[in-house]
């Protein structure tokens, strides 16, 4: 559902910590991960649907569409366990990267899901009057 106005305090933290995600993976991603790309094909396609999930989500948050808040979350959540199996994996072997990840990852979860359950209560209280 679209709505009209200004993002509330939780919508932006939402919002920045997504745009911070992107920003990280095609800055710091994007290029530590060519070799790892190249060598299986598995990785590659999970790395751009990654990207492109969160090229697509930023705008539509912007325009406070509901589900995407959502969808957010559970992306937040997938780019956390990620984010820790990678020193597991031994994909890489920076220890403090990968739980920085995990918890960044759990900050977009928190707050976009706080997002989406504040903007469906705006709903819930806009249809009642």
């Known amino acids: 559902m679209r709505k009209t106005g200004k993002l509330s305090g939780t919508e932006t933290i939402a919002l920045v910590l997504v745009v911070g995600q992107l920003l990280f993976k095609v800055s ?23 990207t492109i999930a969160w090229a697509v989500v930023i705008p539509m948050m912007v ?14 959540i997938l780019n956390g366990v990620v984010g820790l199996l990678f020193p597991l994996m ?6 403090i990267v990968g739980p920085t990840i995990c918890v960044h990852g759990l900050l977009i979860c928190y707050f976009s899901f706080k997002a989406y ?13």
């Open 117 to 129: 359950r504040e903007l469906s209560l705006n709903q819930r209280d806009t249809k009642e009057r």
């Open 63 to 76: 325009q406070r569409i509901r589900l995407v808040y959502l969808f957010a979350a559970i992306l937040g």
């Open 28 to 50: 710091v991603e994007l290029i530590k991960s060519h070799e790892l790309r190249q060598g299986n094909p598995l990785i590659d396609a999970l790395f751009w649907t990654g």
């Open 90 to 95: 031994q994909v890489c072997r920076h220890y």
